[in-house]
C-alpha cells in the first residue's frame, strides 16, 4: 500500500520521451555533416592516392626510356593506363589534349588527359566520381636522330 502511487506509473512521461527525441536531434544536427565531411575526406584521399600512384608508376617507365615521337610516348602510357584498368580503355584525341578513360581495381573510373610536346609530357588524372584532380609534369627523352 506504501507504493500504491507508483503501481500505475509505467515507462516514460511525454516530457522526458521529448527531452530524448530533443537530445537525439542536436547530435543528429551536430554530428551528421561532419561524419559525411569525413567519409568524403577518406574517399577524396583514397582517389588521390590511386592517381598519384599511377603517375609516379607513369613517370618511372617513362624517365627509363628513349621515344622515337609524341604518339610513340602516348602509346607508351595508355598501355600503362591498360596494365592498371579492370576494364576497356577508351581513348579519345583532340588537337593538343588527348584523354583516355579507364577503371580501376575498385570500380572508380579516372579521365587521363595528356599533352606532350619537345621536352614534357603533362598529365591529369581526375577521378570521375569524386572530381578531384592530379597532374603531373613528366620529363620525356626521345630518340637523338641528328647524330
Ligand atoms: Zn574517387
Redo the contacts with the bound molecule.
Keep these: 500500500m506504501r507504493y500504491s502511487f507508483r503501481s500505475d506509473r509505467r515507462g516514460f512521461t511525454l516530457i522526458e520521451l521529448l527531452i530524448v527525441l530533443a537530445v537525439i536531434s542536436i547530435v543528429a544536427v551536430i554530428g551528421i555533416p561532419s561524419f559525411i565531411g569525413y567519409l568524403h575526406h577518406t574517399?577524396?584521399m583514397?582517389?588521390r592516392n590511386?592517381a598519384e600512384q599511377l603517375l609516379t608508376e607513369a613517370e618511372r617507365s617513362i624517365a627509363v626510356r628513349q621515344f622515337v615521337d609524341a604518339s610513340d610516348v602516348a602509346e607508351h602510357f595508355i598501355a600503362l593506363l591498360d596494365r592498371s584498368s579492370t576494364t576497356e580503355v577508351s581513348v579519345g584525341y583532340s588537337e593538343e589534349i588527348s584523354h583516355a578513360s579507364y577503371q580501376t581495381i575498385n570500380g572508380?573510373r579516372?579521365i587521363a588527359s595528356w599533352s606532350i610536346s619537345d621536352t614534357y609530357m603533362t598529365v591529369s588524372l581526375t577521378?570521375?566520381?569524386?572530381?578531384?584532380e592530379c597532374k603531373r609534369k613528366i620529363r620525356v627523352f626521345y630518340i637523338d636522330t641528328t647524330v
Excluded: F, I, V
Design positions: 574517399t577524396d583514397t582517389c590511386t572508380e579516372y577521378c570521375a566520381e569524386h572530381d578531384t
